[in-house]
């Protein structure tokens, strides 16, 4: 049914690989922009403090082309890329009938969820 | 510009290391952060944990397809290592960064030891060997049974699941991926095979890395500048160690990696007692 099944057997699997696959080309390929355009207007790690996360101004830093506003989409897409796959498992395990499976995906979310709601309050 | 490649190249370094010996990057990637570029120890550990989830999310999506990875069991466990990184990423803020770097210098000696004694085709910390898995007994029921694969059936999954909130407690605090502690307890505790145990944890450190990494977040540890070019590196030489593995001499490589630990393990412990050491 899943570990050691042969290729393609169990649909979920096969939805959040392909999830994973994409999202993790995606993510990497914004911070590779982002790198890019650091060392292009020549930003020095480490010596040159990067700007906190601030929702609010990230679109204007893409638009702008400015190095902080692709890697702070690249690397918010990673973070939630954990997050998307659970998402997705859940989404499977619910129309496959699985329920007890859902149950636990569910409850992941809900822990996932959770850790969000206490960084925003603790920050 | 210099400094965005040394960062490049010091993730595709941990991050070729860590995919040949299966421990992922985050067990270099602090120590590099902090005693090679001086970043503050809770700023280094964020870095790591996005590095992590991204060498998590890129493997998972290659052993999911392959069918080697154990998604409801690694959900199952996941649970509890979510619950357990959310709680270690609020510790590691009120922790003293020179507990922390102490207690990252015990890891270190920890996973060298390990390592040194490590047979091939044993997970770090593993004192048996890699084939079936040792444990025999009634055969579970309930969810339970649902949660094996092909040739095995889980067992202990209340041991298995305290096992994993001290993985995540862990992770979150050491900004490592946690597999030193969940591979060995689905395969030793568990009685899940040794592949399926690495693919499986390979697979759940992302979510791991991600409840704690949002604390981090949040509390301005993640500098964006630092942060970039690792991933990039250290996805990079993921990838690069991929398609290396089956050429390289893993012995060699094995005991080089000894090596490498246990003199980093010194300077992060010299670190933690404030000891100056020459170099």
């Given amino acids: 049914m899943n570990a050691g099944s042969p290729r393609g057997s169990d649909p979920v699997a096969n939805a959040v690989a392909r999830l994973l696959s994409a999202g993790t080309v995606a993510s990497v390929s914004l911070v590779g922009l982002g790198v890019l355009l650091l060392a292009a207007v020549g930003l020095v790690p480490t010596r040159d403090r990067g700007p906190a996360l601030e929702p609010s101004v990230i679109l204007a830093d893409v638009i702008a082309l400015r190095p902080a506003g692709l890697l702070w989409v690249g690397l918010l897409f990673t973070l939630a890329l954990p997050t998307a796959r659970v998402t997705v498992a859940l989404l499977g395990f619910s129309r496959s009938g699985d329920r007890r499976a859902a149950a636990v995906a569910a409850g992941v979310l809900c822990v996932l969820l959770m850790a969000f709601g206490v960084a925003l309050v603790t920050r | ?279």
């Fill in chain 2, 1 to 279: 510009m210099p400094l965005t490649l040394l960062l490049i190249a010091g993730g595709v370094g941990t991050g070729v290391f860590g995919a040949l010996l299966g421990l992922g990057g985050g067990i270099l990637i602090v120590p590099l952060l902090t005693l090679g570029f001086g970043l503050p120890f809770r700023d280094a550990v964020a870095v790591s944990l996005l590095a992590v989830i991204t060498t998590s999310s890129a493997s998972a999506a290659i052993y999911l397809a392959r069918g080697a990875a154990n998604l409801r069991l690694g959900m199952t466990l996941e649970l509890l290592t979510a619950l357990g990184a959310l709680f270690g990423g609020l510790l590691a803020f009120a922790l003293d960064e020179r507990l922390l770097a102490g207690l990252f210098a015990i890891l270190l000696a920890y996973v060298a030891v390990s390592m040194a004694r490590r047979r091939e085709g044993r997970p770090p910390g593993s004192a048996v060997p890699s084939g079936e898995p040792p444990i025999d007994g009634p055969r579970p029921g309930g969810y339970v049974a649902t949660l094996g694969g092909a040739g095995y059936v889980v067992r202990r999954l209340p041991l298995g699941l305290a096992l994993s909130a001290f993985a995540g407690v862990q992770s979150a605090l050491l900004g490592v991926g946690g597999g030193i502690v969940k591979v060995p307890a689905m395969h030793l505790v568990m009685g899940v095979p040794l592949r399926v145990a690495t693919a499986t944890s390979n697979m759940t450190i992302g979510v791991t890395a991600s409840a704690s990494a949002m604390l981090y977040l949040a509390r301005g540890a993640v500098d964006p500048y630092v942060a970039g070019p690792v991933v990039l590196g250290v996805f990079i030489g993921a990838t690069i160690a991929s398609r290396l593995s089956h050429r390289v001499p893993l012995p060699l490589v094995r005991w080089l990696f000894v090596g490498v630990l246990t003199l980093v393990a010194f300077q992060m412990m010299a670190r933690a007692l404030q000891v100056s050491i020459s170099r």
